[in-house]
């Protein structure tokens, strides 16, 4: 069986965007003048004005390689669909103009298992028309271990660690940890009573140690995820 490569994060370094800026700026403004003088030339006007013209194409195209990146945020730089790296450090910067940048969010994050997400709605020109929702989580109707239906739910609580991974690895990775986190509760309460009156592990007298069996079990899920489950806490338990 063929092993499956998988595209590793790597750190981007990008220049400062502050010299970029004045320069095209400065490019724009030299670009009439040039142009204006070089009509009133003789024979070297025209390569005035041909510098002049070739200039403001030029600094258009630079200005678009400037980008400023918030705390906590990221930007996932690609050239021609070739991966090339991720920008973490925040700060204004400038990159490669042809570079297309993808935002990946940094930031911690949380949801209940159980709740429904609403993808976002874009027009016929790719414009966002509505964005995405999640409603609030619903208890998940299980058997435990002895077969007794029971209803559960947890709040899981991650961020991304690895933007290569979690962009190109996965179809949609918020999704993915919603799905993959509710597959893995469901799995975890078939694995144990509810409660228990020899001192085996149960769902209801072993809090802890289940809660992190269950981030345990949801980060193995998202090995490959580029995701990271920093906490799973039941939030819901009853008969």
Known sequence: MEERLITREKDYIPASGWQPLFTCLAALAAAIPLIIVGATMGGIGILVMFIGCLAVPIAIVGLFGLMAIAPNDSLVLLLFGDYRGTVKKSGFFWVNPFFSKRKVSLRVRNFETGSQTSPEEKNAQGQVVKQRTRTGGRPSKVNDRDGNPIEISAVVVWKVTDTAEALFE?????????????????????????????????????????????????????????VTVMEARISHLAY
Request: proline share 2%; net charge negative; aromatic share 8%.
């Open 170 to 226: 996965v179809d949609d990775y918020e999704d993915f940890v919603a799905v993959q986190s509710e597959a893995a509760l469901r799995s975890l309460a078939t694995r144990y009573p509810y409660d228990s009156e020899d001192h085996e592990v149960s769902l209801r007298g072993n809090t802890d140690e289940i809660c992190e069996r269950l981030r345990s079990d949801i980060q193995d899920r998202l090995a490959d995820a580029g």
